[in-house]
């Protein structure tokens, strides 16, 4: 392999993060590898110190951490698919900038994983759930390894597949996702692109029984903090979402059904949604 050439790119980004990106970053820093990597930070014009932190470290490490910013707010989705336009490695990381990595050989560990496992597209981890004061809310127990195909997302399961422990194959069969009009109608953008690199390449994701990173849970998060009702809606469109624009098998049709009856259809009766639920058994039935 080319000396010069980046086998992981990593990729943040972040807005208003002035209290937590100096800690992501120092734990992408810390990383030891036997490969190049790079830092792409996409920081959607912050209103606070946000920006000037990140210029402090890529000017304290030139050449290694790379700024994009936009010239005006794009907003979530927009900000990674702008952020991941200047990611070149073999593998793209992902990590917010409210987020950071706990292990130092994390990228390695994940790497070599999918340099023996072509079958698999994305490696995961376990993550510690923290709040703004870093104080542990949760961890799991006892991690095990873990297998999700693109069957079992379609179906909900997901588990330990946060976005701080993605690393994925910089592929086309994974890119094309970000040039697709409806990724940005999608609330869980995470969610949408496991779904479609899983079904796009017939490739699994594998979660390595390591806790190896922190998901933080506090008022500026732009999914963890949200009303319950309002979380439900982006829940439900999402999943109408995925019944329209992806493929699968009839018995996969039927168990979409009865998902959308146990877990959804309760809400949209209640809140008068009625158009909204007639709609989506419509689709199913």
Not at 159 to 178: C, D, G, H, L
Request: glycine fraction near 4%.
């Amino acid at each position: 392999m080319n000396e010069e050439e980046i086998t992981v790119s990593i990729c943040c980004i972040t807005y208003n993060h002035e209290k937590f990106i100096a800690e992501a970053i120092r734990s992408f820093l810390m990383q030891k590898t036997n490969f190049k990597f790079d830092i792409i930070i996409g920081d959607d014009c912050s209103t606070d110190k946000t920006q000037s932190i990140v210029k402090f470290y890529s000017e304290t490490y030139p050449g290694k951490i790379k700024l994009i910013v936009p010239p005006t707010n794009l907003g979530m989705h927009k900000n990674l698919i702008n952020c991941i336009k200047y990611c070149t490695g073999k593998y793209i990381a992902l990590c917010e900038g409210d987020d950071y990595w706990t292990n130092e050989y994390k990228l390695q560990k994940q790497v070599d994983f999918l340099e023996n496992n072509p079958e698999y597209v994305i490696c995961c981890h376990y993550h510690k759930l923290i709040n703004a004061s870093s104080k542990t809310l949760y961890v799991h127990p006892n991690p095990t390894p873990l297998i999700h195909t693109y069957t079992d997302l379609l179906g909900g399961k997901q588990e330990e597949t946060k976005t701080a422990t993605v690393v994925y194959r910089n592929i086309p069969e994974t890119m094309q996702v970000f040039s697709i009009p409806w990724f940005l109608d999608c609330y869980a953008g995470d969610k949408m692109f496991k779904l479609f690199a899983t079904h796009n390449t017939g490739g699994k994701i594998y979660v390595m029984p390591e806790v190896m990173s922190c998901y933080r849970k506090h008022e500026g998060g732009v999914w963890s903090m949200i009303n319950t009702k309002v979380r439900m809606e982006m829940v439900i469109s999402d999943f109408n979402l995925i019944i329209k624009n992806f493929t699968y098998s009839a018995i996969a049709k039927k168990r979409l059904l009865l998902l959308y009856i146990k877990n959804y259809l309760l809400f949209e009766l209640q809140n008068k949604r009625f158009r909204k639920a007639y709609d989506t058994l419509k689709y199913l039935l």
